[in-house]
């Protein structure tokens, strides 16, 4: 499979090399890490993100784009342009005194896969990341192995952002191009750091050649820290509690139009209590502030890459994608016990999360959230950017994408040979050269949750439950009234399309 895998490279740069760089733009694709489809102010949030809001209101938004479901399966799909089975990450990332296995589930990114790195390396880019890797621990998996020339960032999961921890339950990795790193003591913040080095790699890029910057955020990943000059622009923002955030968000959403009448606000689930229920209102509106100011740092590190790509003049000629890795988290991280008692969110010590209930308004108007493939867990804001090659900036697009489809997207942008693919090409409509797609079927698992969308219709079953609940996004964006007893026939062949779909990839049939 290795040898196949360079023999289709070399022919890829065959057939590009006659190809200048000032044919092809430079590609940024930037991941935010458990953030929720109403954060941005761009998609109804009242979040300060200007930077993110600019590349919105000067390029194009999706209406209806879709992840994986969780961080590892999504960062496998962007990389391959693959359903995340198909590239050894079904599930979570395999760590390290983990014996090596492969298949669907083997939870590192398989060899034989090419990486979107990797094509557009042999297509004449420089390659970068700088961010989370968290598809392989093993350095025979690390992002050089992959296809990037420079990398940063941190190879694991969930992290503080001060610290390295070395006695979390996994231990955390952090990694300069192919050696360990260490942060300092002090003076350190992961979001800061991942901006930093993406700004010095493309400081240090030639100008005779495009490039390639993969900026995979933690943020705003629990554990909530922030720094306190952005905490203090949300102090008391949430004092009022998750349902009117909820109730506002939706209005904001309506009258920017990224959601219509077929967007009903989803009601509070059943288990959560309302805001007039909670005994420590100042802990919780401290928490979501918290989660507020990482998305708020992030920006600000995104209006930095900004800068320094308009100093290089190449921002005309630069297609930026931003997206989410899946939805708001419901998690809950006390177990882990790290969280030191006399320390509040966001102060370093502190090892908290901002739950379920917050969760849910960060996912306004859906429900359900990461891990889940109801639209609360995959659908992400994806917005595209790029002054030379979209026209009519400023639209909402309403056909669906998926997290697959962008190797497919940057392939036709850079002209250069795909290779197999389970995703389409995005680009005519994000260059308005076509409106919409004829019908296409898209598919889920994760932990035993799985779906399949075909046309408006979507099919879901939540893991330990026997009964598949049928929904029409057409109508009922939010999944509110299950159709299936009136639809027994279309759950029927959706349900046989989804046993095909998963029997070709090795999905697990049961959890």
């Known amino acids: ?7 289709a490279l070399l022919l890829m740069g065959i057939m590009c090399s006659c190809r200048t760089a000032t044919d092809r733009p430079n590609i940024v694709i930037i991941l935010a890490d458990d953030l929720g489809y ?6 109804g949030g009242e979040i300060d993100t200007p930077h993110l809001d600019a590349l919105a209101t000067n390029g194009v938004r ?13 960062r496998a799909s ?15 990332v395999s760590p390290v005194d983990r014996e090596l296995t492969t298949g669907p589930y083997q939870g590192y990114l398989s060899e034989s896969a090419i990486t979107l790195a990797e094509m557009l390396q042999d297509a004449g880019y420089s390659t970068y990341m700088s961010g989370k890797w968290h598809v392989g621990e093993r350095s025979q998996h690390w992002p050089q192995v992959h296809g ?11 992290s503080s952002y001060y610290e ?42 030639p100008t005779d050649q495009p490039f390639l910057l993969y900026l995979a955020y933690t943020a705003p990943h629990w554990p909530l820290h922030a720094l306190p000059e952005d905490i203090s622009k949300y102090e008391h923002v949430y004092d009022l509690g998750w ?20 967007y009903s606000l989803s009601p509070r689930s059943s288990g959560l209590a309302s805001w007039q229920e909670m005994m420590d209102k100042n802990d919780w509106s401290l928490r979501m502030a918290v989660y507020a100011a990482m998305i708020d740092r992030m920006d600000q590190g995104i209006g930095r890459v900004m800068d320094q790509i308009h100093a290089m003049d190449a921002m005309d000629q630069t297609l930026i994608i931003f997206l989410s890795d899946n939805g708001g988290s419901s998690e809950s991280v006390e177990s882990r016990q790290l969280h030191d008692p006399e320390t509040v969110a966001g102060e370093r010590g502190s090892y908290l999360a901002y739950q379920e209930a917050w969760a849910n308004a960060s996912n306004t108007p859906f429900r359900l959230y990461k891990q889940w493939m109801h639209e609360g867990g995959i659908a992400t804001p994806l917005i595209a950017h790029w002054p030379a090659g979209i026209l009519r900036p400023g639209r909402i697009i309403d056909t669906p994408g998926h997290v697959i489809d962008l190797m497919a997207t940057v392939a036709s942008a850079a002209q250069t040979t795909l290779p197999h693919s389970d995703g389409i090409n995005l680009l005519p409509l994000i260059q308005a050269q076509q409106d919409h797609w004829p019908e296409r079927t898209l598919y889920w698992e994760h932990i035993g949750n799985r779906a399949i969308r075909q046309g408006d219709w979507k099919l879901v079953l939540e893991r330990n439950e026997q009964q598949w609940r049928l929904y029409n996004l057409a109508m ?25 779909w998963a029997d070709s990839l090795g999905v697990r049939m049961s959890e």
């Not at 499979?1 to 023999?7: A, D, E, P």
């Not at 109403?38 to 998609?43: E, Q, R, T």
Request: aromatic share 12%.
């Open 476 to 500: 009922d964006a939010t999944e509110l009234y299950d159709l299936s007893v009136e639809f027994p026939e279309i759950v029927s062949r959706l349900q046989h399309q989804w046993a095909r």
């Open 243 to 262: 349902d009117h955030l909820r109730s506002e968000r939706y209005e904001k959403m309506l009258e920017l139009g990224v959601i219509d009448e077929s």
């Open 148 to 158: 990037f020339e420079r990398y940063f960032g941190l190879i694991s999961g969930a």
């Open 1 to 7: 499979m290795k040898g196949l895998r360079v023999i």
């Open 164 to 205: 390295i921890i070395t006695d979390q339950p996994r231990k955390r990795q952090m990694v300069l191009d192919d050696a360990p790193w260490i942060p300092p003591d002090s003076g350190f913040y992961m979001t800061d750091a991942f901006t930093d080095y993406a700004v010095e790699f493309l400081q240090s890029h």
């Open 78 to 92: 962007l990389l391959t342009g693959r359903y995340p089975h198909g590239v050894g990450m079904g599930s979570m």
């Open 38 to 43: 109403s954060d941005l102010g761009a998609y």
């Open 62 to 74: 999706f209406r209806q784009f879709y992840n994986a479901g969780r961080c590892c399966p999504t």
